[in-house]
């Protein structure tokens, strides 16, 4: 665990950039006005690293991530990904929405893991995907629910699948849209810490989008903060507090109060 | 639970008994003098036309209210005199015998036409019904039809088997029949009457390789006025109208040939040239005489299309022995 | 769960069941008393005979084969066409267009209103009874699948983009499927107008030779005012009908629509 933490403050030394925006900018244009949803946004996402991006809702944080993910046409700027511009979704960075119902209702839970893996041939057989599919079931601590139809699972436990789902195709980024905002609190912490022991398992690179300070704080290597009125990311805030973090620890509060004023919340209103 | 279940008997009882309630009742209203007839589209139908257009039934019996009815077929024809919503249906003969068979109280009242009725075939090779293949399909109105039994009758001459040709026949009506004779598909005759019969000839290519007389092996009526045995014994004054009503149309053809073309063109829409053809034709003829009713019973019953036949021909036609 | 599943469906055949001898009970009440000629109202033990005795010499059975044989080649014909049709439209705007315009005009539009056309076109044999079953369940079933399509949550087809789908693998194992519950009930419609479209026909286009299916029967023996042998093949019709809803299709929603939780 330690030499894992290491690791990944090295990697952070390191900052070898994985994805990188240049002036990014989405409009939607409705009769006459125009509105800037996302206006030449500038970011780079490090390897390795947990990216939180933070928000009122509006702020266009999930416009940005389904840019990352190339779900959506962009009017200006440039993406990259290994030096790529980012044109349509790849294998290679896998969204998990907020939505419970992304898992196929017409598939069992392994069935949906595996699905993606013979689409993409990633093992040589039906036997050896399934072999991999059970593997990141057992990771996301699923076993046992293989042969269960999603309408069967909890909401914690569908996103558990689709985190397995996402994972099995060994995605260099992941995609995170607000997974764990449906969920009721207690369940949300559960699956915070599940995300954060998978990411030290994989080493995956996480996008993660919420409106949760405390969450952003726990889980993010690096809190992008966006506002409503700016169309973009007001600051990046590194977060270098020791793992395991817990609310209320030294330098909890600290961030968490930087973060705070940040977001424009005004109390009078 | 089961009070529900009966308590839903009951409402479905209720209704049953109310929709039969119903249906009695409208008979029961209906004590004024009527006659409501029905007829089918044709030429043969003629003198009908006469009727309605000079009112000739109303002429006889003043009060009388008439109500006419076109129906596609005589299936129907027969369905809705069961039903006591006709007092008379115009037909051909052999429809006439299938329902007497099944113990329907009707008889003949009169002839109406008689007409060429004739197979038309747009093949070369075709010469006469011996020269069908298993390829060709024969056209007409439907089983137990007059054009079916005229069939069977041909096939029963040639072969000894009247249901030789069955395994041909393609049933359509009238205007349908014509078109898939025109298009020349997979129908290659069609037995018909006129118009439709004229105009099929009139096409190059079509001939007429069996008609209707020389299948019987006799003069017949065509069509025939059938009534009810309600209508002739409770409303005998009504029954003599319509009969009166139908002498006159037929005279009144005769008498004034420029007037009748002229309400029959209006009537089917057609030329009246056109009308004074087909009426020229020498085989279309008016009458209230009766033709050919025991030869059709005997070939008929003889071949199970119905199970009796008529003793004499009192059996089967109003006559004073009837009042 | 399997449990209530059995007792639900073992309740709704005793409801079935019930009614069915209500039914059947009321109209002998009505035969029995005399308020329609027995000619054409025939009581239930003549109408049985009448089954029997066309049971015995084989002619109900052959005319029922001929109908269902019919009735299954125009129903898949339909169904894979409308799957096909209804893909392209979901994948072409214009197309789409072309599909809903063509839908419009055609939809309402009795398949019988079309026999004379389809006679000069495909003659009187059993294609024309073919185009008449395709033309009837073709737009129902176009018009559920392609709504099916619009009401499918994007995130599916999201998902199978991000894992990397083609098109191909998009319709079949996303569109299809999450569509699947309105497929089915495009299926019930199609086929209850399958079966109207193809009597009909039967009705008016008669045999081909000797075999002219169930509508066919129907009319014969309307034509020969055989009323027991009509209601003979009117009950082989409803007993078919019955079977197919509420066993093909009540099963098939059961290990589908119903297992996965989708309706």
Known sequence: ?269 | MKTKVILSIVVFLFFGLILAGCSAMGKGREEKLQIRIAEQYGLAYAPLQIIKEKKLIEKNLPDIQVTWRQLGNTAAIREAMLADELDVGFMAIPPFLIGWDKGMEWKIACGLSSSPVALVVNKESIKSIQDFTQEDRIALPQPGSVQHILLSLACEKIWGDPTRLDNLLVTLDHPDGMNALLARREVSAHFTTPPYLFKELENPGMRQILDGKEALGEEFTFIVGVTTAKLYQDQPEVYDAFLRALEEAVDFMENNPTETIKILAAAYQIEQEEVLKYLEHPDMAYSLEVKGVMKFADFMQKNDYIKRKPANIEEVIWDENDK | ?263
């Open chain 1, 1 to 269: 665990m330690g030499n894992d933490l290491k690791q990944q403050e090295e990697n952070l030394i390191d900052r070898t950039v994985i994805i990188c925006l240049k002036s990014v900018s989405k409009y939607y244009r409705r009769s006459q006005e125009t509105l800037r949803v996302l206006d030449h946004i500038d970011l780079d996402i490090y390897q390795g690293e947990i990216l939180a991006l933070l928000g009122p809702s509006g702020c266009g944080k999930t416009t940005l991530l389904r840019q990352i993910a190339g779900f959506d046409h962009r009017e200006s700027g440039s993406l990259l990904m290994d030096g790529h511009e980012v044109v349509q979704p790849e294998v290679k960075r896998i969204m998990i929405f907020q939505d419970f119902n992304q898992l196929f209702p017409w598939k069992t839970v392994i069935q949906n893991v595996v699905y993606p893996l013979q689409v993409n041939r990633v093992g040589e057989s039906d036997t050896a995907n399934r072999e991999i599919a059970l593997e990141y079931l057992k990771l996301v601590e699923l076993t046992g629910f293989e042969d269960s139809y999603p309408h069967q699972l909890s909401g914690g436990m569908k996103q558990k699948a689709a985190m397995a789902r996402a994972l099995a195709l060994k995605p260099k980024v992941l995609l995170m849209d607000e997974p764990f905002g449906s969920l009721d609190a207690l369940t949300r912490i559960a699956l915070q810490n599940l995300l954060l022991k998978v990411w030290q398992e994989t080493g995956v690179t996480i996008i993660f989008v919420t409106h949760d300070i405390q969450e952003a704080v726990i889980l993010s290597d690096r809190i992008a903060v966006m506002g409503r009125e700016t169309a973009g990311i007001k600051k990046v805030i590194p977060n270098l507090l020791d793992r395991p973090r817990v609310v209320g620890e030294a330098g909890y509060s600290e961030i968490y109060g930087h973060v705070y004023s940040l977001m424009d919340i005004n109390p009078t209103k």
């Open chain 3, 1 to 263: 769960m399997k449990m209530t599943n059995k007792t639900s469906s073992y309740q709704k055949i005793k409801t079935r069941l019930f009614w069915v001898i209500v039914i059947l009970v009321l109209w002998e009440i009505v035969a029995q008393s005399g308020i329609f000629p027995a000619a054409i109202f025939p009581s239930l033990l003549v109408i049985a005979r009448a089954l029997e005795n066309s049971i015995v010499s084989g002619e109900i059975l052959l005319q029922t084969a001929f109908s269902l044989a019919l009735i299954l080649q125009g129903f898949l014909i339909s169904l894979l066409a409308a799957i096909l049709v209804s893909s392209l439209a979901a994948g072409n705007k214009m197309f789409n267009g072309l599909v809903d315009t063509l839908a419009a005009i055609a939809h309402p539009l009795p398949g019988i209103a079309l026999l004379p056309l389809i006679i000069v076109w495909f003659g009187t044999g059993t294609t024309s009874i073919l185009v008449i079953i395709v033309h009837s369940v073709i737009w129902p079933m176009i018009l559920n699948i392609m709504t099916g399509f619009k009401a499918i949550s994007p995130i599916y087809k999201e998902a199978g983009l991000n894992f990397g789908l083609n098109r191909f693998q998009i319709i079949k194992d996303i569109l299809i499927p999450a569509s699947l519950p309105y497929v089915l009930s495009g299926i019930r419609i199609g086929w209850a107008r399958a079966w109207r479209a193809l009597i009909s026909a039967e009705m008016i286009f008669g045999a081909v030779g000797l075999k002219g299916g169930l509508g066919w029967y129907i009319f014969k023996q309307r034509v020969f005012m055989d009323t027991p042998g009509m209601f003979a093949g009117i009950f082989v019709i409803v007993l078919i009908g019955i079977i197919v809803e509420d066993y093909v299709f009540a099963a098939f929603e059961e290990r589908t629509v119903k297992k996965w939780g989708m309706i």
